[in-house]
């Protein structure tokens, strides 16, 4: 059992788990994901469960005021125990990166620095159709197309893991 009264908190990542060591002891536990799918307009953004294996939808956020869109980030992150972000790739059909995808990996670094958390880009390529095409309503598109984002990236690590 962990002191909850500890003020000095280590944190080490590995994997999708965090290892802690308080005065109650050393423990992994799972981390909680988020997903952003980046936009100048809108900004979905979706959290995965605690053990970080499945993406939920959660909000649609303004993209217009990117200061005030990574404080409402931080604030979700508090909040929900956020220990990892995973921010959505608008790459070309080649692969190339496109002006909106140099935009998305600029976001991608301030929002790292100003929540000192770990950032980790995904391939958003046709996530707002998948979205579109499973009826979706307008206005929750960008959250459902960030929990697509962040439900691939969860996939992968999940393989990844298996393989080795």
């Known amino acids: 059992m962990f002191d909850v009264h500890c003020l000095k908190w280590n944190f080490k990542q590995k994997e999708d788990k965090i290892l802690i060591f308080g005065t109650g002891g050393i ?14 307009v809108r900004m979905g953004v979706a959290r995965s469960d605690e053990e970080g294996n499945m993406a939920f939808p959660d909000r649609v956020l303004s993209g217009k005021d990117e200061r005030a869109a990574i404080e409402e980030l931080r604030t979700i992150a508090s909040e929900t125990g956020v220990g990892a972000m995973v921010i959505g790739l608008p790459l070309a059909m080649d692969g ?28 958003e390529m046709f996530t707002s159709r998948m979205a579109d095409h499973q009826g979706v309503a307008k206005d929750r598109i960008d959250a459902a197309s960030a929990a697509i984002i962040l439900q691939s990236y969860l996939d992968k690590q999940r393989l990844a893991a298996r393989r080795e």
Request: net charge positive; charged share 25%; hydrophobic share 35%.
């Open 27 to 40: 423990q992994w536990q799972h981390m909680r994901y988020m997903g952003i799918d980046y936009g100048r």
């Open 96 to 123: 190339q990166d496109t002006k909106t995808s140099r935009r998305a990996r600029i976001f991608a670094q301030r929002v790292g620095e100003a929540l000192h958390l770990p950032v980790y880009m995904e391939n």
